[in-house]
Each structure stands twice: as C-alpha cells, then as structure tokens.
C-alpha cells in the first residue's frame, strides 16, 4: 500500500504499522524524508485514510511551482531530486543518492539521467554541480 514511500517514526508501534503497510521505514531521520511525527495523527484511522494522508504530506506541487514560478509535471525522479535538492540546498552525489532510496555506492544511470534531461530542457544552469555539490541553479 505505501511501496516506495520513505518514511521515519519513533514509535515502534507505528513503525510496524508502516511497514506491514510496505513503507521503506528508516532507522534514523533525515531532512529529505517523511517524518511521521511530523504528520500529527491522534485519532484513530484506517489504512486507506493513513495512506492519504502520507501521500499528502509527499505532494510536491507547491515546492516545484516555487522553483519554477508556474504548475509544472515532472516524472517522480526528477520531481524527488529537485525537492530533496530544493529542501537541502544542495547535497554531494552519494548524499543525493542516499536521499533518493540507492545505496550511496550504487552505480546507477537513473539520477545523472534526471539530472541530464533537467539541465537540456531548462538549461545547463538549472542543476549546478560545484565542488561535488548537487543545487538548483537558474531557469
């Protein structure tokens, strides 16, 4: 039900909730992920109404309209990357992918392939890479 959904609790009542519900349930927070904490469930609810509301609080919309200044569809790498680099300010290649859900010495194509099509449909500004720091840079 919440495959591919990263996502940290303390409470380890709720952290087997979450992951008998197939969330990636982290050991330690982080700054890129879903703090479910954060998410402030009090009463009781249901699987589905607990699903809405982690698929909610992972809406991207308004972080990337922020970046862009207009309503924008981007598949949900390239949707993830930019948040995660637009929340950080900017994280090295393994931080980056670490924050994406690969092991940081995973050799994988799927994020220098997001970050290349980015940068040749907004220009080669658009993801900066300095000194081995990923950011977002100018449209």
Request: proline share 3%; charged share 20%.
């Amino acid at each position: 039900m919440l495959t591919g959904v990263r996502i940290y609790s303390s409470d380890t009542i709720w952290r087997q909730i979450l992951q008998e519900l197939n969330a990636d349930v982290l050991i330690a927070p982080t700054k890129t992920d879903l703090i479910f904490e954060e998410l402030n469930i009090k009463n009781k609810i249901t699987p589905l109404e607990l699903k809405e509301i982690i698929i909610r609080a992972m809406d991207n919309t308004e972080i990337l309209q922020k970046i862009f200044g207009r309503p924008v569809h981007l598949s949900q790498i390239k949707s993830h990357l930019l948040t995660i680099l637009y929340k950080t300010g900017g994280l090295s290649g393994s931080e980056l992918k670490a924050a994406l859900g690969y092991a940081p010495n995973t050799s994988t194509h799927a994020i220098d392939t997001a970050i290349y099509q980015l940068r040749r449909t907004y220009g080669n500004n658009f993801i900066r890479n300095i000194n081995g720091v990923y950011s977002i840079g100018e449209l």
